[in-house]
Nanobody, 119 residues
Framework: VQLQESGPGLVKPSQTLSLTCTVS??????????WSWIRQPPGKGLEWMGA???????HYSPSLKSRTSISRDTSKNQFTLQLSSVTPEDTAVYYC????????????WGQGTQVTVSS
């Protein structure tokens, strides 16, 4: 299984950040996998942002829920992150990753993509 993030590397403050994760070697609808977005700001630890399940249900970090939307395109085997009203504090390396029920260990990760929020 391979995951690859794509999207703009620079976003202006107040705009919406949009990233896509393209999955190959496995279907995003396969039971019982969850497909997550995780980020790492400079000098900080990993932060789970949210996930979309094999069923299509979505789950978000409470701290980001009001600004986050995760969707999928099963025909392209992709899932997408949208983060609205970004600020420089949203500057981070963004990763997509897969985890299986019972949601303990992430077994596959994308390489990560740097997103900088700056005017």
């Amino acid at each position: 299984v391979q995951l690859q993030e794509s999207g703009p590397g620079l976003v202006k403050p107040s705009q919406t950040l949009s990233l896509t994760c393209t999955v190959s070697g496995g279907s995003i609808t396969t039971h019982f996998y969850y497909w997550s977005w995780i980020r790492q700001p400079p000098g900080k630890g990993l932060e789970w942002m949210g996930a979309i399940a094999y069923s299509g249900s979505t789950h978000y970090s409470p701290s980001l829920k009001s600004r986050t939307s995760i969707s999928r395109d099963t025909s392209k085997n992709q899932f997408t992150l949208q983060l609205s009203s970004v600020t420089p504090e949203d500057t981070a390396v963004y990763y997509c990753a897969r985890v299986a029920v019972p949601l303990v260990d992430y077994d596959y990760w994308g390489q990560g993509t740097q997103v900088t929020v700056s005017s």
